[in-house]
Structure formats: structure tokens, C-alpha cells
């Protein structure tokens, strides 16, 4: 089965440092990561979308793909306490039907201690 | 505004009972989705379509059913078959041909009695 799995034990940065989570998937073929913010009792938010190994920069977040390694990761600058959310890795992965089809991972929950 | 929306955002059902939750689009996206998130999880797929009338089984598609007559709407009943139907429900939808950048509705929590 194809999975994305990221680390489920939350995680607690102070404010004004950098904030790393972590992602890895099980299907080599995948090449479109993403990452979403999800505010408590809100829908997911798209914040990041990847697609070429190394890294990609938009404002204070940067993600970053490792395709031989089979490993996402999102940093953010400078966290600000409206960073806190759970944050959800996915992968596009071919289904058996032959179309795309989203995995998420479970999220990790990122705290910013003002 | 464009944008995906749901209703309603809190439904309660009794055991044994049918009920639909509604999504409705107007970013002109053929492909539309939904997912069932349990707490502490990420997003399963239940359902998706992407072309009026024609719909696939997600992972956990049992208890289901969905139908999508017009394009803009794509509605999923929760079935009494559904042995654990208290969720959080999203939709989303995405651009012709790929499942790349998903927008997403606001969601439906659903809370069985």
C-alpha cells in the first residue's frame, strides 16, 4: 500500500525560530509532494507544492525534496505564533485504476511558543 | 467568490439513518473529492469523480454512496451501512485531469447520536 508518514508527536518551537517537519512516502514513482496548514476545526489549506528534488522557497517557508531518499520536509522561518497548526504531508500516487490519487500523512502538530 | 462550499457544517444522526452532505463548486474543476478525517488522523478518501456521471471508491468507500449529475455538485450520503460515521467530512476539488492542488471546502462534522 502506498504511505505517507510523518512523525505524529507534536512539536513545540519558540517564536522566531526555525521550524523543520518531516515527511517520508513508500512509492519512488511519485513526483508531486505537498504540504497544507489545518487550523484546528478548519478545513486543510495549501501552503506548499514541490516537484523537483532540492529545495523550493516561498516567503519564510521552504520545502524541500530528496527523491532518492524518498523524503519531504517543510522549514519555516522566523515561526510566528499563527504558524501553530497541524501541518499534513501528501504525495500524488498512481491508484489502480491508473489515475492520481492524494495520500495524506496524519499531520504533525506544530506548536509556536511566543 | 469562487470557492467549494459544504453544508451543513454540524449534522447530527441517529443511528440507522441516511443522510447526504452537500458540496458544491464554482471554480469550473471537473474533478471533486471527498475525505472522512478522524481525530488525530490524516485525510482518507471515501469517493471521487472526475467527469459528470462517472465516480471511483476511495480506500474506504463502504457505507457510502455519491452521485454527480451536474458538475458543480457532488453529494455524499452516509449510510446506515456506515458503522462509524462520526467524522469530520471535507471536499475538495482540482483542475482537469490531475488530483495536483486540491482546493478544499470548509467541511462537515458529522456526529452520530
Known amino acids: 500500500q502506498k504511505e505517507v508518514e510523518q512523525n505524529s508527536r507534536p512539536l513545540s518551537v519558540p517564536e522566531g525560530a526555525i521550524a523543520s517537519l518531516n515527511c517520508t512516502y513508500s512509492?519512488?514513482?511519485?513526483?508531486?509532494f505537498f504540504w497544507y496548514r489545518q487550523y484546528s476545526g478548519k478545513s486543510p489549506e495549501l501552503i506548499m507544492s514541490i516537484y523537483s528534488n532540492g529545495d523550493k522557497e516561498d516567503g519564510r517557508f521552504t520545502a524541500q525534496l530528496n527523491k532518492a531518499s524518498q523524503y519531504v520536509s517543510l522549514l519555516i522561518r522566523d515561526s510566528q505564533p499563527s504558524d501553530s497548526a497541524t501541518y499534513l504531508c501528501a504525495a500524488l500516487f498512481e491508484s489502480n485504476f491508473g489515475n492520481e490519487k492524494l495520500t495524506f500523512g496524519t499531520g504533525t502538530r506544530l506548536t509556536i511558543i511566543p | 467568490d469562487g470557492g467549494i462550499t459544504q453544508s451543513p457544517k454540524y449534522l447530527f444522526r441517529k443511528e440507522g439513518q441516511n443522510v447526504t452532505l452537500s458540496c458544491e463548486q464554482n471554480l469550473n474543476h471537473d474533478a471533486m473529492y471527498w475525505y472522512r478525517q478522524d481525530p488525530g488522523q490524516g485525510l482518507r478518501l471515501i469517493y471521487y469523480s472526475q467527469i459528470v456521471n462517472d465516480f471511483q471508491k476511495g480506500d474506504i468507500a463502504e457505507g457510502y454512496s455519491v452521485s454527480r449529475e451536474k458538475k458543480e455538485s457532488f453529494p455524499l450520503t452516509v449510510t446506515s451501512a456506515q458503522k462509524n460515521p462520526t467524522a469530520f467530512y471535507l471536499c475538495?476539488?482540482?483542475?482537469?485531469?490531475?488530483?495536483?492542488?486540491?482546493?478544499f471546502g470548509p467541511g462537515t462534522r458529522l456526529t452520530v447520536l
Open positions: 512509492d519512488r514513482g511519485s513526483q508531486s
Open positions: 475538495a476539488s482540482s483542475t482537469p485531469l490531475k488530483a495536483d492542488t486540491q482546493y
